[in-house]
């Protein structure tokens, strides 16, 4: 079975003399079992009709950011939300340009923004437009964050001019497409992952937390869905909203994790702590709001209950993977909670550096298990969650 069977493909079609290779591309991709649903630039417009993308596709093309119809009915935000990939083929110059300055003054750009499926860029250009610096720029900067390139290839091209520069064949972007959904690496299990910081009351109005965002949590939950497996997101308090297919509860405190864990860990295959719980809360939190007077004030802390360590004393263990985010002896001190908390597999992850850990959109983490490691270099925390996934699935297929 094709790994875009049954996935959602958003295809933006920038303005290039290429455009009319994209119809080939929407029958592929729906030939291998994918959905898909056009998203037509204004220019790519003056190259091919949108009617012929709406015949192929069997779904309404989608042209204009401020369409009060499209967005009444499908519009960029649930878009970007329904997406399990997005597809630019071809992919302008200006396209990439726009796309790495992040802009957002049209659907294309905006749902790129929107979006955390995997974005695949198939360019088609001049050649010299493809060597010039300010393009091989964009290139590596959109690579560093996680951007999928497929082509372009060498060859004849529309302008007269031989080299690099024509958009991908349809069946390799096809190929590109399925290799970002490695063959449902986790299909047929059930994946529990806690993400974001607690919140320990100190009164009604005040907390002790921490500066964890959920993205590192939130990205590996949407790592496993797209590998197949069923997923259980436990999330502190976050900004994020919800992966697409993946389930989530909500908590606060370190207790109320630490029950929404218990109640279904007996049956997930595989747990994931990433969330930054508190050690300490509070021993007796104020009922009413705390007034200011001139003394010092002195709060009696008392230890949470450690979820990680309770989940693998269960009598019957899902593969437990836990982080260690450690400001020193990084290694040292996550090999030593792998053993102490009887786990799996440790992300070791160094916070206290500007761009990396907690709040960034960025990490690297080494991975440790028994008898083995594998460092993850630094990359956008969906790069790094998808490839901590890849391990996993390894990992505990070997398990198994
Ligand atoms: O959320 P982001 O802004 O994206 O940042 C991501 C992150 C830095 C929070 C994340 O990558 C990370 O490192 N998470 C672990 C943070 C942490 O609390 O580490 P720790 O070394 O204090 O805890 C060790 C492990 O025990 C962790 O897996 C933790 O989830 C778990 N734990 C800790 C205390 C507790 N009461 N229960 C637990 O399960």
């Given at each position: 079975m094709s790994r875009l069977n049954k996935k959602r493909v958003v295809l933006?079609?920038?303005?290039?003399?290429?455009?009319?290779?994209?119809?080939?591309?929407?029958?592929?991709?729906?030939?291998?079992?994918?959905?898909?649903?056009?998203?037509?630039?204004?220019?790519?417009?003056?190259?091919?009709?949108?009617?012929s993308f709406q015949a192929l596709s069997s779904?309404?093309?989608?042209?204009?950011?401020?369409?009060?119809?499209?967005?009444?009915?499908?519009?960029?935000?649930?878009?970007?939300?329904?997406?399990?990939?997005?597809?630019?083929?071809?992919?302008?110059?200006?396209?990439?340009?726009?796309?790495?300055?992040?802009?957002?003054?049209?659907?294309?750009?905006?749902?790129?923004?929107?979006?955390?499926?995997?974005?695949l860029v198939a360019p088609a250009m001049n050649r010299q437009m493809?060597?010039?610096?300010?393009?091989?720029?964009?290139?590596?900067?959109?690579k560093i964050r996680g951007i999928v390139f497929v082509g372009p290839d060498a060859g004849a091209q529309a302008c007269g001019e031989t080299?690099?520069?024509?958009?991908?064949?349809?069946?390799?972007?096809?190929?590109?497409?399925?290799?970002?959904?490695?063959?449902?690496?986790?299909a047929g299990r059930r994946l529990m992952v806690t993400a974001g910081p607690t919140r320990e009351a100190i009164d009604p109005v005040r907390y002790i937390s921490n500066k964890s965002s959920g993205k590192m949590g939130y990205a590996i939950a949407q790592a496993a869905a797209e590998a197949g497996a069923?997923?259980?997101?436990?999330?502190?308090?976050?900004r994020l909203s919800s992966p697409v297919r993946v389930h989530r509860t909500a908590v606060i405190s370190a207790d109320e994790m630490y029950d929404a864990v218990m109640a279904v860990v007996d049956d997930v295959d595989i747990f994931v702590a990433c969330a930054a719980v508190a050690d300490y809360r509070v021993e007796a939190p104020a009922q009413q709001k705390r007034k200011k007077d001139n003394h010092s004030l002195n709060l009696t802390l008392t230890p949470t209950r450690d979820i990680l360590q309770s989940v693998t004393a269960r009598p019957t263990p899902p593969f437990a993977v836990g982080f260690a985010a450690e400001t020193e002896d990084l290694l040292q001190n996550a090999r030593s909670k792998l053993e102490r908390k009887s786990l799996d597999m440790i992300a070791a992850n160094q916070v206290g550096?500007?761009?990396?850990?907690?709040?960034?959109?960025?990490?690297e983490l080494y991975v440790l298990w028994k008898g083995g490691e594998q460092h993850l270099a630094k990359a956008s925390k969906d790069v790094i969650a998808r490839q901590l996934i890849g391990l996993v699935a390894d990992r505990c297929h070997s398990r198994a």
């Open positions: 933006i079609v920038t303005g290039g003399i290429a455009a009319y290779k994209a119809l080939e591309l929407v029958r592929c991709l729906r030939d291998d079992g994918a959905a898909v649903n056009v998203v037509m630039t204004a220019a790519a417009e003056h190259f091919v009709g949108r009617l779904e309404p093309v989608h042209t204009d950011l401020l369409d009060a119809r499209a967005e009444g009915a499908m519009g960029h935000i649930e878009l970007a939300r329904w997406a399990d990939i997005v597809i630019v083929a071809p992919a302008t110059a200006d396209f990439m340009a726009r796309l790495r300055h992040g802009l957002a003054d049209d659907l294309a750009t905006t749902l790129c923004l929107a979006t955390v499926a995997p974005i493809w060597l010039n610096a300010a393009t091989v720029d964009n290139t590596a900067v959109l080299g690099p520069g024509r958009m991908a064949l349809p069946a390799d972007i096809v190929a590109a497409a399925g290799a970002l959904f490695p063959a449902g690496m986790l069923e997923v259980i997101l436990v999330s502190g308090p976050t550096i500007e761009g990396l850990g907690f709040d960034s959109n960025d990490n």
